[in-house]
């Protein structure tokens, strides 16, 4: 399990380091760091508890819940392209909330 933990630690660093420090549009790195990062995170075991799994998820369903019909661009971009700022920052902030938690779990050594 710590493994994976590293992994999620590994990938959640990456993905804050983004979001941190590119002069993109916050919605151009959100997408980004989905694409980058955050498809592996969801793979079977990576994510150690339910609950983790579940605001991992619900940052995604939020990232992914406006597609636009008949759009090839895909429910990412379809629904970064309609996001206004303060949605874009909320879901920042709880990419930046889950990665505090996983960290405080790695560096307290949990097993989970």
């Known amino acids: 399990m710590t493994i994976n933990l590293d992994y999620a630690s590994e990938k959640m660093t990456s993905a804050i380091r983004a979001l941190a ?5 916050l919605q151009d790195r959100l997408s980004f760091v989905c694409k980058r990062d955050f498809h592996t995170l969801d793979r079977g075991g990576i994510l150690p508890t339910k609950e983790f ?3 991992f998820s ?3 369903t939020r990232l992914t819940a406006n597609p636009i019909p008949g759009s ?3 429910s990412l971009q379809d ?5 206004d700022n303060r949605e874009a920052e909320a879901i920042a902030e ?8 996983i960290e405080s779990h790695r560096m307290e050594g949990s097993h989970l």
């Open 79 to 83: 629904t970064l392209s309609q996001m």
């Open 72 to 74: 090839n661009a895909g």
């Open 58 to 60: 619900d940052i995604v």
């Open 21 to 25: 420090t590119s002069s993109a549009s």
């Open 94 to 101: 709880a990419i930046f909330d889950l990665y505090r938690e």
């Open 53 to 55: 799994k579940e605001r």
